[in-house]
């Protein structure tokens, strides 16, 4: 069945309203009309089963048969240290096909590269589109991505009750399934991995003094975009506790 995302405030309790680049996609890409079936994703983790009840020049309106809303007491949070296009545009869509709730680019040391000002909104809108696209896919919400910050304004980010790990190739200690071990329940946890360089010797010693774990992933020495990938998903396993609440609008 056809899959279309929509704001949460485009549906309400048994209708929802399709328009801009999804009706596009909807009516003249797929050619969908009146009486077919589709399923609706919001930004808030809901997915909607319903059927096209009428459409215009400009909207489709999609008479709601049930939905299905995803709850998870586990909200993880991506601080990625900003990575060269493709690569960033890939941990984008990953970490959203695995659920993250929030992804907060940074600026570090050892950061490869720096887009000039002008560029920072196209470049959040870009990764909002991905994120969009990788969210239709995999059914998740869309995580909120924030603009892009530098690791002193990141260490003072994370709330109060937020547990926070930095992942250091260095570190050879204390590792992810040692602190799973010490914290076998979590429901929040921020996760910082650092550019292609990596981290500067003093910045993972602010993020110590900051109230950061510093979480090694083993022997091996991986690309950035991988740590993340694996880190994401390691934790998802480890304290991910998901249940879908289905209700019948009809």
């Known amino acids: 069945m056809p899959r279309f995302f929509l704001p949460a405030a485009q549906i309400n309790q048994s209708r929802a309203l399709v328009t801009g680049s999804e009706f596009h996609h909807l009516h003249h890409v797929l050619r969908l009309t009146t009486g077919d079936r589709v399923t609706l994703c919001d930004d808030r983790g809901g997915e909607y089963q319903g059927r096209i009840a ?44 695995l659920g993250v709730h929030r992804i907060v680019p940074f600026f570090s040391t050892f950061t490869a590269v720096r887009p000039a000002q002008d560029q920072s909104a196209e470049r959040l809108a870009r990764w909002h589109r991905l994120a969009q696209g990788a969210a239709k896919q995999s059914g998740n919400p869309v995580p909120l991505i924030s ?17 926070k790990i930095l992942l250091y190739e260095k570190e050879r200690t204390q590792t992810l399934k ?59 396993f480890l304290w991910e506790d998901r249940a879908i609440k289905n209700n019948t609008c009809e």
């Open 54 to 97: 009428h459409c215009s020049a400009a909207s489709a309106e999609i008479e709601l048969t049930s939905v299905a809303v995803l709850v998870s007491e586990f909200s993880l949070t991506l601080a990625q240290g900003i990575l060269k296009g493709p690569r960033m545009d890939l941990t984008i869509e990953k970490a959203t096909e």
């Open 147 to 163: 603009s892009s910050q530098s690791f002193r304004d990141l260490l003072a980010s994370p709330s109060p009750g937020d547990e």
């Open 178 to 236: 040692t602190f799973a071990h010490i914290h076998p329940v979590m429901s929040s946890l921020w996760i910082v991995i650092g550019p292609e360089g990596g981290f500067a010797p003093e910045e993972v010693e602010q993020a110590h003094a900051a109230g950061f774990h510093i979480i090694g992933l083993g022997t091996q020495i991986l690309r950035a975009e991988t740590a993340s990938i694996v880190a994401i998903a390691l934790c998802q």
